[in-house]
Nanobody, 120 residues
Framework: QVELVESGGGLVQPGGSLRLSCAASESILNIYAMGWYRQAPGKQREMVAAVTKGGSTNYADPVKVRFTISRDDAKNTVFLQMNNLKTQAPAVYYC??????????????WGRGTQVTVSS
């Protein structure tokens, strides 16, 4: 059982930046992919960004160019750098871990989330 703990959320003005961190309780070296998801009230959870252990990245279209996901396997940590944030209702950002790839797979582990609000 891998525990994931997110941090770095908060209130930021439009155009600002935040850096989210996700600390894993054990090594993520052999975890196929780490990702960030976002869920706004009344909406489904959606993938924001993901990074494989090989370094390949994938982003949701709305955040391409503005967000960067990275992983530091030595520190068992995943980051999400969010720049030029757009006004949005409060959303909870979740860290997730996918142990093995495959069609239709969903993350095996989830963090409890960190809230991000972009508002003036």
């Amino acid at each position: 059982q891998v525990e994931l703990v997110e941090s770095g959320g908060g209130l930021v003005q439009p155009g600002g930046s935040l850096r989210l961190s996700c600390a894993a309780s054990e090594s993520i070296l052999n975890i196929y992919a780490m990702g960030w998801y976002r869920q706004a009230p009344g909406k489904q959870r959606e993938m924001v960004a993901a990074v494989t252990k090989g370094g390949s990245t994938n982003y949701a279209d709305p955040v391409k160019v503005r967000f960067t996901i990275s992983r530091d396997d030595a520190k068992n940590t995943v980051f999400l750098q969010m720049n030029n944030l757009k006004t949005q209702a409060p959303a909870v950002y979740y860290c997730a871990a996918l142990q093995s790839p495959g069609p239709g797979v969903v993350p095996d582990y989830w963090g409890r989330g960190t809230q991000v609000t972009v508002s003036s």
